[in-house]
């Protein structure tokens, strides 16, 4: 056993490995614009932060009043998204150094992600995590999305490990009360800093409010430690 003890460490995707957020807005804004909804902002596009494509795609219908299927736009959004993740999608540089950390120790690592089981391979495929992370769970294998714990507790499943002895990378609110309902400790870095104070984040072991520009690799692998240091 080495310093981590028996953790296990698992991985939001979008927003807290990889900056994918820009991808996402584009996808949906050109989805959107091809239904004649030619408005739809940033500041639009963050509502949705954290919430699987299939909820913001039903969301959607509801807000605008769309008339083409969910699975419709779903196929369509899906697509663009790919185009452009397979083109660019950029790693935190925090976040690669702490993988690399993990991986070092022998930590058991897992992505849960609300995105398609086709986005996280052309993502980690296309960014070189995916030598590294190797369990992988969408939410299209679970019943629920965020913020049910379905999706963690399925990569807890998956990599022989008790959901106490996880601990979830989430930059979402509904990401972190998922964690939170799964029984996990959960470091929250959000990707909008406003949202800081959500009260989902409040169930943080570690919460860096500022977060990925404060995030580093060693602040989060000394806190596992003292994590464990105090189980």
């Not at 979008?14 to 820009?22: A, F, K, M, N, Q």
């Not at 150094?97 to 993502?123: C, D, R, T």
Request: aromatic share 8%; with cysteine.
């Amino acid at each position: 056993m080495g310093i981590l003890g028996d953790i296990s460490v698992i991985f939001d995707l979008d927003g807290t490995l990889v900056d994918s957020e820009p991808n996402y807005f584009e996808a949906g804004r050109q989805t959107l614009a091809g239904q004649g909804v030619t408005d739809f902002t940033w500041t639009d596009h963050e509502r949705y932060v954290g919430i699987s494509t299939q909820e913001t795609i039903v969301r959607w219908k509801e807000r605008y009043g769309l008339t083409a299927s969910v699975d419709e736009l779903l196929a369509d959004k899906n697509r663009r998204y790919l185009e452009l993740a397979r083109a660019s999608t950029r790693v935190y540089p925090e976040m690669r150094a702490f993988v690399e950390l993990l991986a070092a120790e022998g930590v058991p690592m897992a992505v849960a992600s609300g995105s398609s089981p086709e986005a996280i391979e052309a993502i980690l495929t296309g960014t070189g995590l995916a030598d590294r992370l190797k369990t992988v769970v969408s939410a299209d294998e679970v019943a629920r999305g965020k913020p049910a714990p379905d999706v963690f507790l399925e990569a807890a499943r998956r990599l022989g490990a008790d959901p106490a002895d996880c601990v979830v990378l989430e930059d979402a609110a509904p990401g972190a009360a998922a964690a939170h309902a799964a029984g996990m400790r959960c470091v929250a870095i959000p990707y909008v800093a406003a949202q800081a104070d959500e009260p989902a984040f409040a169930t943080a072991g570690l919460l860096v409010r500022g977060g990925q520009s404060a995030f580093t690799a060693r602040e989060a692998y000394d806190w596992l430690i003292r994590s464990v240091r105090t189980d």
